[in-house]
Structures are given as structure tokens and as C-alpha cells.
């Protein structure tokens, strides 16, 4: 039986105190911020998560959306995945953010999660949640071995000799491809971090994902407002049509003016061992005529880095032909006015 802690703040100052002084207190000490609890609760019971406290987030305020002055979308870090999927601005504006959310998990699971916890989820590496096995994400020296053994559904871009585990959310993709920035409140400021800068590469310690200190607490998500005329979308690619997760997917969002591509932002899923943009591609699209052979070059641009494990070479062109069909659903239409 493992014990912990649990807090239940009434407010951030007091939610920020309570996992800064367990820190503090403990060298090494784990404190986990609890929301919808899908990826923590599961990986307590199977004895992957071990933390010393807890602090629930739940009761904070942070489960609103709402447009700010400049366009943008500010959504809570509380916002459960489900309520932002159907809302009635995402569903306009940010179209790959909606169908991105609504091709994650199931039903009760977006139900529950959150906007804070769907950007911190763990990997779903069979040998991470085996606590039997060595892992260096778990433990970092410990050894990885899903380099030589089951690999199909891990990673192709941004590996290392230490890990090569997927970044599971497709959600994260979406606001990658949106240029979100996250808000952290830490014991003695606040701050804006580009999604783009928030998780690391694994490198020599796959433990460390992003780059969150102890005690920061996510309070929200700000999407920037969008050209006009953009048009948007998410394809997500994987065994069974539902409740599974991406062995490789894509968002994008592209403006079309004069018959040339004026502006592309894109991203991938599945792949990479963080949600993976692909800004060599996103320039080699813009100032171009929209059709498939200028695709299939992004997606060769987008993959080009790609090195495949033993089990995923398949990745390589599914995610290329995922792209590309991507690409030709958002332009079929011709300019949006
Ligand atoms: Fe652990 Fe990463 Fe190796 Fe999987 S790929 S066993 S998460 S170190």
C-alpha cells in the first residue's frame, strides 16, 4: 500500500505552496497536480506513479474558455477535453483543435480529462507501464528495452539512445499547429511558454518532458487568432477506428489566397517523441500552387529526419501519406472567402 498526501487548496497561491513546501521539505519528493486523473490515476495503480502528495486543481476556477481581446482563445487548464471539443468558437475557428480532441480517447474519457492534463499524459510504451521492466523514462540508467524489443508503435523522429517513446496526445498536435502558449504559475512569477519550447527531447533523461520546475501549476492554454480565410483540420491514422491511439496523425492549417498558399502551419502526431512541427515543410509549402505533388514534397521534407526502429519503419510513409491527404482535403475546396 502506498500512502500519500492529499490537498484540496481553495485557491493557486495556496495550491503552488502546497506542492512547492513537499519539495522543498523531501529532496526528490513527488508531488503530482490532480484534474481528470485518467493518466495519474492509472499509472498509481499500476505502481508507475508513486507520488508523496497530491494536490487537486479542480476547485481553482480554471474551467472556462473565453476570447480575449486580441481574437485569441484563452482555455482554462481545467476545460475537460469533451466541453472544448464542442465549443461553439473552436468548432468555427479552430477546426483541427475540435476534431483533434474528438479523435482522442472515448466518450467518458474526454468526459473527464483535462486541457492541462491531455498536454502532460505520459506514453503509452508498454515497457513504461510495466514496472517489472527497466525503463529509463522511469528510471533513467536503467535501460530501454523497446529499442530491441516491441517498438511498432513508438517513435521515429526525435529519439535517442535512452528512449524512443511516442508523445501520445493529439490534442497537443492540434494547439502545436496553432502556436499555443501555455501560462504557468510558479511560486514566484507567471509565465508564457510557446508550446513549441515546452517539451524537451529525451536525450540522456526521458524522466524530464518538458520543461515545467517543481511546483509549476498550468493555468491555462491561449490559442492566437486566426488569418482569415484559414482552413484547418486533423487526420488521425491508427489501428481501429476508435478509442486508439495515432500511429501517426497530422494537423495543419493553411490560407489559400491567389491561387498560391499564403500561410501553413504543421504539425504531426504518432511520431515523434514530443507532438512534432515541421517548419522545413510549412516553408516549403508557402508561395506555392496547392495540389499533390507539392504535398508529397512537404511531406518528404517532414519525414526526412524520420529513423525508424525496428518494428515502425510503416510510419514513415503512413505519416507522409497522412500528410499528403490532409493537405488535399483542406485545399479540395478551392479558397475559402
Ligand atoms: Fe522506457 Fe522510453 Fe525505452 Fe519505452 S522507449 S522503455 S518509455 S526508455
Not at 519528493?29 to 502528495?53: C, F, I, N, S
Not at 487537486?56 to 473565453?66: A, E, N, P, W
Not at 510557446?194 to 492554454?221: A, H, K
Not at 487568432?225 to 493553411?254: I, T
Request: charged letters at 20%; one cysteine or more; glycine letters at 8%.
Amino acid at each position: 500500500m502506498h500512502s500519500f498526501s492529499f490537498n484540496r487548496p481553495t485557491d493557486v497561491a495556496a495550491a503552488i505552496a502546497a506542492a512547492s513546501a513537499t519539495v522543498t521539505a523531501q529532496q526528490g519528493a513527488t508531488v503530482r497536480y490532480l484534474a481528470g486523473g485518467t493518466t495519474l490515476v492509472d499509472l498509481m495503480k499500476l505502481g508507475v506513479e508513486r507520488p508523496e502528495t497530491i494536490v487537486d486543481v479542480r476547485g481553482l476556477g480554471f474551467d472556462t474558455i473565453r476570447e480575449d481581446e486580441d481574437g485569441g482563445l484563452e482555455v482554462g487548464a481545467t476545460v475537460r477535453n469533451a466541453d472544448l471539443a464542442r465549443n461553439d468558437i473552436v468548432g468555427a475557428n479552430y477546426r483541427a483543435l475540435s476534431e483533434a480532441l474528438m479523435a482522442g480517447a472515448s466518450p467518458q474519457l474526454r468526459n473527464a480529462a483535462t486541457t492541462a492534463g491531455n498536454l502532460l499524459q505520459r506514453t503509452r510504451c508498454v515497457y513504461f507501464r510495466d514496472v517489472a521492466s527497466p525503463c529509463n523514462k522511469r528510471l533513467p540508467g536503467s535501460g530501454c528495452p523497446a529499442i530491441k524489443g516491441t517498438n511498432r508503435t513508438l517513435a521515429i523522429l526525435g529519439t535517442s539512445r535512452s528512449c524512443i517513446a511516442t508523445h501520445p496526445s493529439d490534442m497537443a498536435v492540434a494547439m502545436l499547429a496553432y502556436e499555443a502558449t501555455v501560462t504557468v504559475r510558479g511560486a514566484n512569477n507567471e509565465r508564457r511558454i510557446p508550446l513549441m519550447d515546452f517539451y524537451r527531447l529525451p536525450g540522456d533523461r526521458p524522466d524530464i518532458e518538458n520543461v515545467l520546475q517543481p511546483g509549476d501549476l498550468i493555468t491555462s492554454v491561449k490559442l492566437p487568432a486566426r488569418p482569415q480565410g484559414e482552413r484547418a483540420g486533423y487526420l488521425k491514422l491508427r489501428d481501429r477506428a476508435s478509442y486508439e491511439f495515432a500511429l501517426a496523425s497530422a494537423a495543419a492549417a493553411v490560407v489559400v489566397k491567389n491561387g498560391r498558399i499564403a500561410s501553413a502551419r504543421l504539425a504531426l502526431g504518432g511520431v515523434g517523441t514530443r507532438p512534432w512541427r515541421v517548419v522545413g515543410a510549412e516553408k516549403a509549402l508557402v508561395g506555392q500552387a496547392p495540389g499533390t505533388e507539392l504535398f508529397r514534397h512537404a511531406a518528404d521534407v517532414a519525414l526526412a529526419r524520420a529513423e525508424p526502429q525496428s518494428e515502425n519503419g510503416f510510419k514513415i510513409e503512413l505519416a507522409r501519406r497522412c500528410v499528403i491527404a490532409l493537405l488535399d482535403r483542406l485545399t479540395a475546396a478551392g479558397e475559402a472567402q
